[in-house]
């Protein structure tokens, strides 16, 4: 019987560790999770007054309290899968809605060190930055958004341009060397604001879809394929500026 009861709490903290390390940002399955969690808890102590000694209860109460530790401190980890960038510091959150034109909000805010102004991504890449904090809440504005311009540079080359957000169609990068070598399949990534903020360095943005020569013009423009999957958001990061900055 207790041997039955071991395996049935393992059993439901893997669950709620799969739950909690998901990508999809549905609040009311990790809270489920939890559920679970505790109402085998809660059988598993009944059982053990039924059948053990207060001495076994006591040392099973403190197996418990450990697992639950380790189950609430997962969440860390969620963090480096988000991919961080080494030297920052980043806040795990889940994309809970889809606000006006390319904007989404996320599930931490201000409480969490969450500011404006600050770079928000994924393990893909760079997702936008975050325009509005409230407590518990924030809101992100996309890199496909219109009003999006960030400093970017080719992976490859190093050569500098900016990526703009266009609606409908993705990205467009702008090189500030027109004859600079640029084909398809060549990585962009964020070349860094001043003091890390909105955008910190080395972020992926996308890749070079095609490359179009403006009429007239000497100029080339590259659209660009986002990193990340802006249409499926979960779980993301926002990196957190140092304190004072």
């Not at 071991?6 to 799969?18: E, F, I, M, R, T």
């Not at 609040?27 to 085998?40: D, E, F, H, I, L």
């Not at 050569?159 to 398809?184: C, H, K, Q």
């Given at each position: 019987?207790?041997?039955?009861?071991?395996?049935?709490?393992?059993?439901?903290?893997?669950?709620?560790?799969?739950?909690?390390?998901?990508l999809?940002?549905?609040?009311?399955?990790?809270?489920?999770?939890?559920?679970?969690?505790?109402?085998?808890?809660?059988?598993?102590?009944t059982?053990?007054?039924?059948?053990?000694?207060?001495?076994?209860?006591?040392?099973?109460?403190?197996?418990?309290?450990?697992?639950?530790?380790?189950?609430?401190?997962?969440?860390?980890?969620?963090?480096?899968?988000?991919?961080?960038?080494d030297?920052?510091?980043?806040?795990?959150?889940?994309?809970?809605?889809?606000?006006?034109g390319?904007?989404?909000t996320i599930?931490?805010?201000?409480?969490?060190?969450v500011?404006?102004?600050?770079?928000?991504?994924?393990?893909?890449?760079?997702?936008?930055?975050?325009?509005?904090?409230?407590?518990?809440?924030?809101?992100?504005?996309?890199?496909?958004?219109?009003?999006?311009?960030?400093?970017?540079?080719?992976?490859?080359?190093?050569?500098?341009?900016?990526?703009?957000?266009?609606?409908?169609?993705?990205?467009?990068?702008?090189?500030?060397?027109?004859?600079?070598?640029?084909?398809?399949?060549?990585?962009?990534?964020?070349?860094?604001?001043?003091g890390?903020?909105?955008?910190?360095?080395?972020?992926p943005?996308?890749?070079v879809?095609?490359?179009?020569?403006?009429?007239?013009?000497?100029?080339?423009?590259?659209?660009?394929?986002?990193?990340?999957?802006?249409?499926?958001l979960?779980l993301?990061?926002?990196?957190v500026?140092?304190?004072?900055?």
């Amino acid at each position: 019987m207790k041997r039955a009861l071991v395996l049935l709490v393992l059993g439901s903290a893997v669950l709620l560790v799969a739950i909690d390390r998901t990508l999809t940002p549905l609040t009311p399955v990790r809270a489920a999770g939890a559920s679970v969690y505790g109402a085998v808890e809660s059988a598993f102590a009944t059982a053990t007054r039924a059948f053990g000694g207060q001495d076994r209860l006591r040392e099973l109460e403190e197996e418990n309290a450990a697992l639950r530790a380790r189950l609430l401190s997962s969440g860390t980890r969620s963090v480096a899968r988000a991919g961080v960038p080494d030297g920052h510091r980043g806040v795990a959150a889940h994309v809970v809605g889809f606000g006006r034109g390319q904007s989404v909000t996320i599930d931490a805010g201000a409480s969490s060190g969450v500011a404006r102004d600050v770079t928000v991504l994924n393990a893909d890449g760079l997702v936008g930055k975050v325009t509005w904090a409230g407590p518990a809440t924030a809101s992100v504005s996309l890199i496909t958004d219109a009003a999006s311009s960030i400093g970017a540079r080719m992976a490859g080359s190093g050569e500098l341009g900016v990526v703009t957000g266009v609606p409908g169609e993705g990205l467009r990068l702008s090189l500030f060397d027109p004859n600079a070598p640029i084909g398809v399949g060549d990585e962009v990534v964020t070349l860094g604001s001043a003091g890390g903020r909105p955008y910190v360095g080395g972020v992926p943005i996308g890749t070079v879809a095609a490359v179009r020569s403006e009429p007239g013009t000497a100029t080339r423009t590259a659209l660009v394929r986002p990193a990340a999957r802006l249409s499926a958001l979960g779980l993301v990061a926002v990196i957190v500026p140092p304190p004072g900055k």
